[in-house]
């Protein structure tokens, strides 16, 4: 019981996290240090590597080999570094030539933790309003289906399983390659997000109508009718309150899918342009093996993927048989 | 039962033109053609517009809808613009890897998810139990892509097995060619068969557990037959039923999961195949991997009826005649 607060604790704590990002983080996303391509992270330390105090510091790395990206980690100078300066939490010096590198830098020089901080804005915010998305369209489908039963109830169900039953990768991704490659960024964000709610979505209604149409024949359904109530004060007041515990349930099975969804997407070229930071775009330099065998910090974002995933699984408990995706 | 078997019949053709139609249809509406996306530049307008001239994509959309559904009547998929070959062959053999890495990776995640659950199931208190009840949570939390990018991490970095691709010998044959393919599987396959596994682990020991309430084995442990036998012999059967119904859901999560595997470890299946043919809006290509993709999956789903019907007297009637008829 108390892993699983914990869990959602954590959950919580990661979405502060981004939304204070500019706080978090001691670069920004898209700052480039030219002089540091694909530096390796640097670690904080109380003690200089002579052994002296130095409270909270770091050595900086220095270019040796820009081919070989080679790097020598220079202790004539350690530089200090301070908490709540500069209006960031963790905060360096300011000088371009030694920046606190907590995750090491991409090809472009480019801070590896800042993206992964900043990232989790774009990641979990396209996976967010997706799972709202889903939530309100399989609502709408399955309540309708297991409201009205007849007719409505078969097509709106056969519709729902020919998407389910496909895999929901390809339907996503081929949906997203008819359209022009380059978009401005806010309509790829809502894009992806309505691909991906529609695709979530029949998981979701099917649920819905199996509550809705059992509720739908006991008493006190019966009772509301019998009272005159409108069939839509029927469905919206007796009818889906049903379905809290199961929406719930279901909404947080979908976020860390469509957190890996948009990570896919934005891995194989088809998500978020790179000029924004998510954890998709910043895994699309980790796309070769020397890369990923010379770079590792690269994956933080596959482990940020994976810490989502698994904090979802704990807060959820015992019983996540019903995810197979 | 012929009728039922029609039936089966006219759903999967349905199910394998329906999706490829709406793919090619799809495909073309989208901005750009074939032509143009390997053209590049440099082609003058003139060039172009006879090269569209020769493949007929200055047709309108219906004659060259109709013209492709003519030929799929005569089992001609038509030729890819990309690879210049006939689609058929290219998909066949694209679709064969792609169903080598999915089946293996499916056994794969019997063999160690099945096992495990007795454990769980008889012993939960048990040590064991508790570390592969950890054991699967995590990997239940490590979807393919992130499985995939940390195994080509760890292989790069250790050799012990190919980091990429399915042969890396050329001009082998036989037993050269089967060794070396068996060589390059064990890090597409564990990508995708650990989360797999986890989740039938996880199934397999709920339904067991709650197998083991069920009055029948009370019955049985009254009449003093011992515990391992009521677990092999009764216990076992009555929860194999919630594990078989999930087969069809495993099979379009293969597929999804293969997509991504396939694009992070260069395996040559029909993931990479379909995205090539999007990206470069090979209309006669994307069709032919979403028909072969199509009925893939509806073997799979067969495959999973008919594991339903095993594990369940009851249904056997109905769905058992389909199958042997």
Same mark, same amino acid.
């Given at each position: ?16 996290l981004?939304?204070a ?9 898209? +700052? ?22 130095c ?8 270019l ?14 350690? &530089? ?21 590198l907590?995750?090491?830098t ?31 369209l ?29 895999p929901?990768?390809? &339907? ?16 790829v ?25 059992? +509720? ?20 919206l ?24 969804? +948009?990570?896919?997407l ?41 810490? &989502? ?8 408990? +015992? ?7 | ?22 793919? $090619? ?9 074939? !032509? ?17 001239? /020769?493949?007929?994509?200055?047709? #309108? ?23 210049? /070959? ?7 053999? /694209?679709?064969?890897?792609?169903a ?15 096992? #495990? ?6 012993r ?5 139990a ?13 979807? #393919? ?8 991490l ?45 989740? $039938?682990?996880r ?11 069920? #009055? ?6 009254? /009449? ?6 009521? !677990? ?33 470890t ?31 999956l509806s ?27």
């Amino acid at each position: 019981m108390s892993a699983r607060r914990g869990a959602a604790g954590l959950l919580a704590l990661l979405m502060l996290l981004a939304i204070a990002a500019p706080f978090v983080s001691p670069q920004d996303p898209s +700052e480039r240090f030219p002089d540091l391509p694909d530096a390796p992270p640097t670690p904080l330390r109380l003690f200089t590597a002579g052994g002296q105090w130095c409270g909270l510091c770091f050595h900086p790395q220095r270019l040796v080999s820009r081919l070989e990206r080679r790097f020598e980690i220079d202790t004539t100078a350690p &530089v200090p570094v301070h908490l709540f300066s500069r209006g960031r939490l963790i905060a360096d010096s300011g000088d371009p030539g030694t920046p606190l590198l907590l995750a090491g830098t991409d090809a472009s020089g480019r801070d590896v933790f800042a993206r992964l901080i900043f990232g989790a804005r774009a990641s979990l915010g396209v996976a967010i309003i997706a799972v709202l998305g889903a939530v309100a369209l399989g609502l709408t489908i399955g309540g309708l289906a297991g409201a009205r039963g007849g007719w409505v109830d078969t097509w709106l169900m056969r519709l729902a399983d020919a998407i389910a039953v496909l895999p929901a990768i390809y &339907v996503v991704v081929t949906l997203r390659a008819a359209l022009p490659l380059v978009l401005p960024v806010a309509t790829v964000f809502a894009l992806i997000t309505l691909l991906l709610a529609v695709v979530g979505a029949p998981w979701i209604a099917r649920g819905v109508r199996a509550i809705v149409s059992v +509720e739908r024949t006991l008493g006190h359904v019966e009772a509301a009718r019998a009272l005159g109530a409108s069939s839509t004060r029927i469905l919206l007041q007796h009818l889906l309150p049903a379905t809290r515990g199961f929406i719930m349930r279901q909404a947080a099975l979908l976020l860390p899918a469509f957190v890996l969804a +948009e990570a896919t997407l934005s891995f194989v070229g088809l998500g978020l342009p790179d000029t924004v930071p998510s954890w998709g775009t910043s895994l699309q330099e980790a796309a070769n093996v020397s890369a990923i065998a010379a770079f590792p910090w690269l994956l933080a974002p596959a482990g940020a993927v994976f810490l &989502v995933t698994l904090l979802v699984n704990v807060a959820l408990g +015992e019983h996540d048989a019903d995810r197979v995706l | 039962m012929p009728a039922r078997l029609l039936r089966r019949l006219a759903a999967t053709l349905l199910l394998v033109v329906g999706v490829s139609s709406a793919a $090619f249809l799809v495909t073309h509406l989208a901005p750009g053609d074939v !032509v143009q996306t390997t053209m590049g530049f440099s082609a003058s307008q003139a060039t172009i517009a006879r090269a569209q001239h /020769r493949i007929g994509l200055d047709r #309108p959309l219906l004659v060259q809808w109709g013209a492709w559904l003519a030929g799929v009547a005569r089992l001609d998929l038509g030729t890819s613009a990309l690879y210049q /070959r006939p689609v058929g062959p290219l998909v066949a053999e /694209r679709a064969l890897n792609t169903a080598l890495l999915a089946t293996v990776a499916f056994l794969v995640a019997l063999m160690l998810g099945i096992p #495990p659950a007795f454990i769980t199931a008889t012993r939960p208190r048990s040590l064991a139990a508790h570390l592969i009840r950890v054991a699967s949570l995590v990997l239940l939390s490590l979807p #393919p892509f992130v499985g995939s990018l940390a195994l080509v991490l760890v292989a790069a970095r250790t050799g012990w097995f190919p980091a990429g691709g399915m042969t890396s010998a050329e001009d082998v044959t036989g037993v050269a060619l089967l060794a070396d393919v068996l060589w390059h599987l064990p890090l597409p396959v564990a990508a995708l068969a650990l989360p797999l596994a986890a989740t $039938f682990e996880r199934l397999q020991a709920q339904a067991l557990t709650e197998a083991l309430d069920q #009055p029948a084995i009370l019955a049985a442990r009254a /009449r003093g037959i011992p515990e391992p036998t009521i !677990v092999r012999r009764h216990a076992w059967r009555l929860a194999l039923k919630p594990v078989a119904a999930v087969a069809g859901l495993v099979f379009g999560a293969l597929l999804s999961g293969s997509f991504v595997v396939e694009m992070v470890t260069a395996w040559p299946g029909l993931g990479r195949l379909t995205y090539d043919a999007l990206l470069h809006r090979d209309l006669e290509l994307v069709a032919g991997c979403a028909a072969a993709g199509a009925l893939v999956l509806s073997v799979g789903l067969l495959l999973a009826d008919m594991a339903i019907a095993w594990s369940d007297p009851r249904v056997r009637v109905h769905v058992a005649s389909e199958v042997r008829a």
